[in-house]
């Protein structure tokens, strides 16, 4: 610690400056004080990268990520300002030396135990950091505090700023700029390729070593840079004197292949510590009380006439020597300001407003409303026109097989470019992709309305399904990043939910009563209109803070993955007319599922990846993927057997049955807004997700009894509520779930992988409904049923299917409850991506 300097300010924000605790990549670090009493460690960017827009624009990115990292052994960002002219962000200070004095300076190498527990608390940091959606990428002994009741990680993602500098050749020539330490770079970092949380393993496998033996993984740097580098990148680490017990573990932690590394989940319970063991042994613990002591009560003496505000200079000259910047754990008794109990005017000079790291938009609620707009006219082109396929039939006199293709093209076609969209819409802009969504949809719905002839409505449906899928991910990931609050998170979840989970329901009421009440063209036209007003809301309400990534679009991932659906989704189209065992088939079903791995590969490997490996491999993620596949082969049955019933059976005209859709729409939407929307910031996400999906498990099986009932209010009307609040419960933690812990480039794709996961299981559902008509269509010519009794066998074999309908919800049920294991509102807290604006 040293005193300030006539060329340090003396105030940054609310607190004021009393001492230089040190230098790091970016800047000069202070210990300050808040006029209440608090001790903090304020870290300023240097000016020279306080000029560069895309530094700002990270940097404002990576604090407000770095706010939500919770857990005992990190340290939590608790305040910023990356709009200062100078930008700075400040943290509660731990008083203790780092982990590389203590081993150098102070005490040498740890013994056993102690090392046991650091890796035990490194592990549970890291987890943490993780699940806010940050990768550590420095992680080395100066940026571990060893304090009294164990050690600290700090300084977690804020570095990663750096990097959009670090591929300008300017500034890299003009600072010598390296993202990382290198005795403390796992081998990806050294390549240069695209980072994931199992470099961070890595790094805590050498910064284990380090603690251990005293020594560097890899021996000294002073041999030259370029040689330790290669030493990292090629060859094995020297583990002498590594602990017996901990040596297995750590050759696991430095495997050059980061998905053979353990995650630090893995880590923290193979290194479980002795809770009545001290973590260090009782002298180093009294030297570290003592110090701390004398830390927390510095009060140097500050000259007179020295103002209380004094300007912020335009550079901050860094001394030769590194030394940690602290950070520390977010004190959620204290706040951000003065401590309780504190007079009124403890605020003696209150500075002016600190602006928020991602600044919410103000007019961000009606933003929400207009996604929700644009979404629901996605689901209205899908749903509304499928109620007037036999009109269309009749009007342009298609075959069967016209008609089939007809149907079959809208859904095809969208669940095949869902990735293409996802991906556009990380690597050009969320808002822009809408954009485009919005103007090709209402081109493609005047096309449509148009057609003169069965092929021009095929391309006009086409185009619809393509732009369809560039607007969905687009709007999923601009609620995903646009609503950083806990509680607005989840609301606005809850809002976009209601139209995504029951925009089906509320389009098929409305394509019902166009198809009765005008013709099945306006109900394609109606899509201009809708496209319009969205267009113009999105242009005027729909704000994205950082609207670009910067980085090359993964063109053959974007073909595995875009292929691999199209595969799956025209070979389950194919399955029922063409037969299960013709050749074709199977071989688009396995060419599609092979497709699809080549697709994950792709990720692990990619510099630039739609979805990087960590995410792909989450757990929870996965379980809610899958669950929602499933959930949606169960739930197709819905629409085309009910629908059945109420035009064959009950005799409704198409509007009356559309319209007796709507009260199924009316629950969804209370199932997401007012119950799984509160439940998520109380409760798990798996709590809501497990119980939506066994209320529409439910639903589907009181549905098995169309047959035996007669009548809309008791045989079809407790089933659809049933089943809507189930799934707007369930859809809300699956938003939130895929979504949340992304980082906001990646954010695209993360949605666009919650709707291919269920295009997919609609195809597979619609599959297995037309093979299970089929069957008993061909048993019923083949026998002498009597005309008149052929609508009643049939309805029969379609209420058998809501049996599997709902098995296929339970199995759905039973991955979440063996998946999904998120102990907390993890898309508010824990795995909140980095915010977008």
């Given at each position: ?5 006539a ?72 305040d ?91 500034l ?45 993984l ?16 090629e ?51 009294a ?23 004094a ?19 977010f ?30 938009h ?38 069967t ?66 732009f ?24 606005a ?31 394609l036209y ?9 267009l113009?809301g ?25 292929g ?68 949606g ?52 996400p798996?709590?809501?997700l ?13 549905l ?6 007669g ?7 407790p ?36 709707f ?36 009643k ?45």
């Amino acid at each position: 610690m040293d005193q300030l300097t006539a060329e340090d300010p003396t105030r940054m924000g609310p607190y004021r400056l009393i001492a230089r605790l040190g230098a790091g990549g970016m800047g000069l670090v202070y210990l300050g004080r808040s006029e209440g009493g608090r001790t903090v460690a304020v870290k300023v960017v240097q000016a020279e990268y306080a000029g560069h827009p895309e530094f700002r624009r990270r940097f404002a990115r990576e604090v407000a990520a770095a706010r939500r990292v919770g857990g005992s052994c990190t340290a939590a960002v608790l305040d910023a300002d990356p709009e200062a002219a100078v930008p700075w962000v400040a943290t509660q200070y731990i008083p203790g030396p780092d982990l590389q004095a203590v081993v150098v300076e102070q005490f040498g190498p740890l013994p056993e135990h102690s090392v046991h527990t650091l890796a035990n608390r490194l592990a549970l940091a890291l987890q943490a950091v993780h699940e806010a959606g940050l990768i550590h990428r420095d992680l080395k002994p100066s940026n571990v505090l060893v304090t009294v009741d164990g050690p600290r990680v700090i300084d977690f993602g804020i570095a990663r700023a750096m990097d959009s500098l670090a591929g300008e050749h300017s500034l890299h020539t003009r600072t010598g700029m390296l993202i990382g330490s290198p005795g403390f770079m796992s081998p990806e970092q050294v390549r240069g390729l695209e980072l994931t949380p199992a470099s961070d393993v890595f790094c805590l496998g050498a910064l284990l070593v380090y603690a251990a033996t005293g020594r560097l993984l890899f021996g000294a740097t002073d041999t030259g840079l370029n040689a330790h580098l290669f030493r990292i990148a090629e060859e094995e680490a020297d583990l002498t004197g590594v602990p017996d017990a901990l040596v297995d573990l750590v050759r696991e932690c430095l495997h050059k292949d980061p998905a053979r590394r353990p995650t630090p989940r893995e880590v923290a319970e193979r290194t479980t510590p002795d809770q009545e063991q001290e973590w260090l042994p009782g002298a180093v613990l009294a030297q570290l009380g003592g110090h701390a002591a004398e830390l927390l009560d510095y009060a140097p003496a500050i000259p007179a006439q020295t103002p209380a505000r004094a300007p912020v200079p335009q550079g901050l000259p860094l001394p030769p020597a590194y030394a940690p910047a602290p950070l520390a754990a977010f004190d959620p008794a204290q706040g951000f300001g003065p401590p309780p109990g504190a007079p009124p005017n403890a605020w003696q000079a209150p500075p002016p407003p600190v602006s928020p790291p991602t600044p919410a938009h103000p007019r961000r609620w009606w933003g929400l409303t207009v996604i929700a707009l644009a979404q629901l006219l996605v689901l209205i082109q899908a749903a509304a026109f499928n109620v007037a396929i036999p009109s269309v039939q009749g009007d342009l006199h298609l075959s069967t097989d016209g008609a089939r293709t007809l149907a079959g093209a809208y859904g095809i076609a969208f669940g095949a470019a869902l990735l293409i969209g996802g991906h556009v819409a990380d690597r050009v802009g969320r808002r822009q992709t809408l954009i485009v969504g919005l103007l090709g949809c209402a081109a493609a719905s005047a096309l449509g309305g148009s057609a003169a002839d069965s092929g021009t409505l095929v391309w006009a449906r086409v185009l619809q399904g393509v732009f369809g899928a560039l607007l969905t991910p687009a709007a999923l990931s601009l609620v995903a990043t646009g609503f950083t609050d806990p509680r607005e998170r989840a609301r606005a979840f809850g809002v976009y939910a209601a139209v995504a989970a029951g925009g089906t329901a509320l389009g098929t009421a409305v394509g019902g009563w166009l198809l009765t009440a005008l013709s099945w063209r306006v109900a394609l036209y109606v899509g201009v209109p809708v496209a319009v007003v969205a267009l113009i809301g999105t242009l005027t309400l729909v704000h994205e803070h950082r609207p670009r990534t910067v980085g090359h679009f993964d063109l053959p991932g974007l073909l595995l993955g875009a292929g691999g659906a199209t595969a799956l989704l025209y070979g389950l189209g194919e399955a029922q007319p063409l037969g299960w065992t013709t050749p074709l088939v199977p071989v688009l079903l396995v060419g599609g599922a092979l497709l699809l791995a080549g697709f994950v590969w792709r990720q692990i490997a990619a510099p630039h990846p739609i979805l990087p490996a960590h995410v792909l491999g989450d757990p929870d993620r996965a379980g809610s993927l899958l669950a929602v596949l499933l959930a949606g082969a169960g739930t197709l049955v819905l629409y085309p057997v009910v629908g059945y019933y109420l035009q064959v059976v009950l005799r409704y005209d198409p509007a009356a049955a559309g319209l007796d859709f709507l009260p199924m729409a009316a629950a969804v939407a209370v199932g997401s807004t007012q119950v799984s929307a509160r439940l998520l910031r109380r409760t798990a996400p798996r709590v809501p997700l497990l119980a939506g999906l066994l209320l529409t498990a439910v639903g589907l099986f009181l549905l098995t009894r169309l047959g035996f009932d007669g009548s809309y209010a008791t045989g079809v009307l407790p089933a659809l509520l049933l089943t809507g609040l189930g799934i707007g419960m369930a859809a809300v933690p699956v938003f939130a779930l895929v979504t949340g812990g992304v980082a906001a480039e990646h954010s695209g794709g993360a949605a666009a992988a919650v709707f291919t996961a269920q295009a997919l299981g609609t195809a597979i559902g619609a599959a297995l409904l037309d093979t299970v008509i089929s069957a008993k269509v061909d048993r019923l010519r083949a026998g002498t049923v009597l005309p008149r009794m052929i609508a009643k066998e049939l309805l029969r074999a379609e209420t058998v299917s809501f049996w599997w309908a709902a098995g296929a919800v339970l199995l759905a049920a039973l991955v979440a409850a063996l998946m999904v294991r998120a102990r907390g509102p993890r898309d508010d807290v824990r795995r909140t991506p980095t915010a977008a604006g």
